[in-house]
């Protein structure tokens, strides 16, 4: 079976600076793998999704993450953060009959 | 609007007397399921259902039982609720396959004292 590994719990960031939420999956064959967000008191919404093609994958608010096969990794970047980016993150890959396994999730936290 | 509906948003019972969350959903979608999600454990599933009259147990279904009569509805039952299943809840719904997205609920924060 799929897993994913979130390697930080916790990642307070100063709003403007540059973040990266790492993730690990345990297969080397073909995965798909994903990005969630969780807003205070929201659930969670799709943020990005690696299916094929280009490793690179990019969302509409400026996040971006790069499938890497030979690293098993897909980490979630953004250059510049803001107050508004403060949430919950959880990296997801299919597995079996259950479409998606999440990692423990990681908590950005953006400090003005 | 597409959305999962989940009923109610926050409850808080005594050990022991049955409740049932609702899960709704508009898109058609044959896959639903539920999640627990616990502060540094992420979220695990419970039980999901790939079609109606078609459910199978997750990675912690112990104390939760489930049905799917309806494409659109899948509740969740706790017969006898224990303080160990507080927690937040979130039903998702997707069409079958590994590429689609999975759509959630708002969640339903559950207090068992």
């Known amino acids: 079976a799929q897993s994913v590994t979130q390697l930080d719990s916790q990642v307070p960031v100063f709003e403007e600076a540059p973040v990266e939420l790492r993730c690990n999956y345990s297969?080397?064959?073909?995965?798909?793998l994903f990005w969630y967000v969780q807003y205070p008191n929201q659930g969670l919404q799709l943020l990005l999704k690696?299916?094929?093609?280009?490793?690179l994958v990019e969302s509409i608010n400026g996040f971006e993450a790069e499938f890497n096969k030979s690293q098993t990794s897909f980490h979630l970047r953004k250059p510049s953060v803001h107050i508004s980016d403060t949430a919950e993150y959880f990296c997801?890959?299919?597995?079996?009959?259950?479409?998606?396994?999440f990692g423990k999730g990681t908590r950005l936290s953006v400090i003005a | 609007e597409a959305q999962v509906t989940q009923n109610p948003r926050y409850l808080i019972t005594v050990t022991g007397k049955k409740l049932t969350v609702t899960c709704s959903q508009n898109m058609n979608h044959e896959y639903m399921s539920w999640y627990r999600q616990d502060p540094g454990l992420g979220l695990r599933q419970i039980y999901y259902?790939?079609?109606?009259?078609?459910?199978d147990k997750g990675d912690v279904p112990e104390g939760y039982k489930v049905s799917r009569k309806e494409k659109r509805n899948f509740p969740l039952i706790l017969e006898s609720p224990s303080p160990n299943q507080t927690s937040l809840y979130f039903c998702?719904?997707?069409?079958?396959?590994?590429?689609?997205?999975?759509?959630f609920g708002q969640g339903t924060r559950l207090t068992v004292v």
């Open positions: 297969s080397s064959v073909s995965v798909y």
């Open positions: 259902s790939m079609n109606v009259e078609v459910t």
């Open positions: 998702a719904s997707s069409i079958p396959g590994t590429t689609t997205e999975a759509f």
């Open positions: 690696y299916l094929s093609g280009s490793t």
């Open positions: 997801a890959v299919p597995s079996g009959n259950t479409p998606l396994v």
